[in-house]
């Protein structure tokens, strides 16, 4: 008599974070159970909603570098008061071993600030310094040109409007207001050339910061407005303002940083770990 049996390599087939006791699962049932959806812990923990739905479903191919995504498990789970070092415990077991190395690879390789951008298959486009230079040129004398035009033109307008007063002046009041006329001219055009200089020093900018733990971070713009200050939990911030920024981190370590979406090196600036410096584009 035959007897059917079950093959066991295929009993307990399990995928993604259908197995009750995956990290992902008890921390999507835990968020359920408060009564949270994806958007209210984003805005508590400073976390994309992409980055924690990919958290829960375990696709790890979704969420940036190990380290990073290592500190979102944390705070995450810690929000959820659920205990940190088996959630996370539980990553590192099913943290698939192709992506360490990958990430390991992009460690030891990084990102050159200004010069080189990186694409997937780590093929890199080249930027002519001499282009560059050339448009940075065309810039300064088309912004030159119309300053030059501005001011013949404002020039032009004065000098009629003075003859135009004089034409309805006698002889003594002529005398008595020219030297008021040129001061008045005088001081408005040294005042237009300042406020001239100050608005071509500035540009508008954006910053995109990743932190992997509490860090000490200050940021202030151009204007003098502050986007960022002080000790900043782990997260991810987008900041917007006129360039240069001024720059302070006390864990550069803890910090990935994007200026107009082009990752910035932030070893290059740093010193025992911690960075005081001015960006622009």
């Given at each position: ?18 197995n009750?006791?995956s ?32 958290i ?19 705070n ?36 050159k600030?200004?010069g ?31 300053r ?6 404002d020039?032009?307008a ?59 971070l200050n ?19 987008k900041?917007?303002?006129?360039a ?38």
């Open positions: 008599m035959d007897i059917d049996k079950k093959d066991p390599s295929t009993a307990n087939l399990d995928t993604s974070n259908q009750v006791g990290f992902g699962n008890r921390l999507k049932q835990a968020r359920i159970d408060k009564n949270l959806s994806i958007d209210d812990v984003a805005a508590e923990l400073f976390i994309l909603n992409r980055h924690l739905e990919a829960e479903a375990e696709d790890f191919r979704s969420l940036p570098q190990a380290a990073f995504a290592r500190g979102f498990v944390i995450y789970a810690k929000f959820l008061g659920l205990d940190p070092d088996q959630i996370v415990d539980s990553f590192n077991r099913n943290y698939p071993d192709e992506l360490k190395k990958k990430s390991v690879d992009d460690i030891e390789s990084p990102l600030p200004m080189t951008l990186q694409r997937e298959g780590r093929r890199s486009i080249r930027i002519n310094p001499l282009l560059v230079l050339g448009v940075i040129g065309l810039i300064v004398l088309a912004v030159f040109l119309i030059t035009v501005s001011n013949a033109q020039a032009t004065v000098e009629t409007d003075d003859n135009a007063l004089v034409d309805d002046l006698s002889d003594s009041e002529q005398s008595a207001g020219a030297a008021i006329n040129t001061a008045v001219v005088s001081g408005g055009s040294a005042l237009d050339n300042t406020g001239s200089a100050v608005a071509s020093n500035t540009t508008d900018a954006n910053l995109d910061l990743t932190v992997s733990a509490n860090t000490q940021v202030v713009d151009a204007t003098g407005n502050t986007l960022l200050s002080g000790n900043q939990s782990a997260g991810s911030y900041l917007a303002g006129k240069p920024f001024k720059i302070q981190i006390d864990q550069v370590s803890n910090v990935a940083l994007n200026l107009n979406g082009q990752p910035i090196e932030l070893n290059d600036f740093a010193q025992d770990n911690k960075a005081n410096f001015s960006l622009a584009p």
